[in-house]
């Protein structure tokens, strides 16, 4: 009996302790304070009634995104940028803290013990940056009002032929990858800290353009290598403007090395850009008014140009009658889709073709470069002089012994024509590359009745081929 009763007095004993510890623990963690000494972002909020605690961390926090950040230039002359943190698109978070405090009032009365029990002292706030944000007002159009655009290296020819460079100009841009390393050591850890601005220096780069004055050098636009004139004498209103519509199509041409020169692409857009007016033009040997006469001046002084400086001449062929403004055999025809004047930079460098009409001499220059130790000349040779024909026609009013002279003809000739090449002044080769033949004109005679042909007349070619003009 006595064993029965100690019995019940352990076991009400232990309920009583069991009530005493489960009460204990529940006044233990059921304590709506935080622990002594709890500190977020260096601010002591321990003992604190968890909802205060969470309300001053939210003000202490929207405080940083109010925070001023100035960043400002190394160029003393530029104004300081003045944003919050917040308008920088950074913002603060404590999410371990309020992680921390949700656990305390979790439905698991052992987790709130073990989370009252091991909760930290120190608690940090870490800042968050979103880049998009800062990008939105820091951005291209910023950039680009604040330092301009980089601007290209420019290439100018003087008066004097001299070759002179414009140097590029760079712009700053702002190096984001530097400027965010900047932002995150400057930004504050600490809400208690001073409400002083943040000040960041922007870091930059250089923007370059895409044409420096180096860039320019290597294409090996030296100096003037070889300028060349021919006149326009008496040449009509009309075939001046086609000389002008043409050379001013190729000024400031650059070829690369290895690029081809072709005249049918320049007229064609001579012919676009300006147009052609009406001038004598070379009509199947003949001369007839046409469009776009005397554009074979402007192919005949670039051919001669390329040859002094020993360029491969591609394709090129002599008008069918001599021109006045050059020697037999160094002038180079053109009839749109027959007859085409091409040439090779073989250089190895750039080069820039300048041409330009000026008290009625049309003259074209190249650029580039050239040993200066080496020359070329021409020389044309008439190696066959063409009898002129005649073609005789009855004219019965006529008395006999009388004749009338309709057309006066033209000898032809056949013509070879060398390039000389020169080292220091002393010929080193002698090629020749040309050999051409200008047609004889017919001499047209009427006479009287009886009397004949001299000889018979070649027939005419069935294609109408328009030299030094624009076909119909």
């Known amino acids: 009996m ?32 935080l622990p002594e000494g709890v500190r977020v972002g260096g601010v002591d909020i321990g003992t604190m009634d968890t909802t205060a605690a969470l309300r001053l ?17 190394n160029d003393s002359s530029a104004q300081d940028i003045k944003l919050t943190l917040g308008e920088a698109g ?50 291209n159009d910023w950039e680009q009002k604040r330092y301009g655009m980089p601007v290209n290296a420019v290439r100018q020819i003087s008066v004097d032929d001299q070759v002179r460079y414009i140097p590029e100009r ?62 326009l004498g008496s040449s009509s209103e009309g075939r001046v403007y086609n000389v002008n519509s043409a050379a001013s ?10 690029d081809i020169f072709d005249y049918g692409q320049i007229i064609a857009k001579a012919e676009r850009t300006h147009g052609f007016r009406e001038a004598p033009v070379i009509v199947n040997g003949q001369l007839e008014s046409g469009i776009g006469g005397g554009i074979c001046q402007v192919s005949s002084t670039v051919y001669n140009a390329a040859l002094r400086v020993g360029l491969d001449i591609i394709e090129r062929r002599s008008h069918s009658l001599p021109v006045s403004y050059l020697p037999k055999g160094q002038d180079a025809t053109f009839a749109n889709g027959s007859i085409n004047f091409r040439f090779k930079n073989n250089t190895g460098k750039h080069l820039l073709l300048r041409a330009a009409v ?26 066959r002089v063409l009898p002129i024909p005649e073609k ?4 019965d009013s006529f008395s006999p012994g009388f004749y009338q002279v309709l057309r006066q003809g033209r000898e032809g000739y056949v013509v070879e024509t060398y390039r000389i090449k020169k080292v220091d002044g002393k010929t080193v080769e002698r090629t ?17 009745d009886g009397s004949t042909s001299s000889e018979p007349q070649a027939r005419e070619p069935q294609k109408r081929i328009i030299e030094d003009g624009i076909g119909e």
């Open 2 to 33: 006595k064993k029965i009763h100690l019995s019940v007095i352990w076991l009400w004993c232990g309920i009583l302790a069991l009530a005493m510890l489960w009460g204990g623990l529940h006044l233990y963690a059921d304590r709506q304070t």
């Open 57 to 73: 961390l939210d003000e202490k926090l929207d405080d940083l995104k109010q925070r001023s950040l100035i960043l400002t230039d």
């Open 90 to 139: 950074i913002t603060y978070k404590a999410t371990a803290f309020r992680n921390a405090v949700k656990a305390l009032g979790s439905e698991h009365l052992w987790t709130r013990v073990q989370t009252r029990f091991t909760f930290e002292k120190e608690w940090l706030v870490t800042p968050s940056r979103q880049e998009t944000a800062l990008k939105a007002q820091l951005g």
């Open 170 to 231: 760079s712009a700053r841009r702002l190096d984001w990858s530097k400027l965010n390393v900047a932002l995150d050591k400057a930004l504050p850890k600490d809400l208690g800290a001073s409400g002083e601005p943040v000040r960041v220096e922007l870091p930059f780069r250089q923007l370059e353009p895409a044409i420096t004055v180096d860039s320019l050098r290597n294409e090996g636009i030296e100096r003037k290598i070889v300028q060349f004139s021919t006149s």
């Open 249 to 258: 199509t190729i000024d400031g041409l650059i070829l690369k090395p290895g």
């Open 358 to 383: 000026q008290n009625r001499m049309l003259t074209v220059k190249f650029f580039g470069t050239f040993p200066s130790s080496v020359s070329y000349e021409l020389e044309s040779r008439t190696v």
């Open 392 to 395: 005789r026609i009855r004219n």
């Open 432 to 448: 020749r590359i040309s050999r051409d033949t200008y047609r004889a004109q017919q001499r047209v005679v009427a006479v009287p």
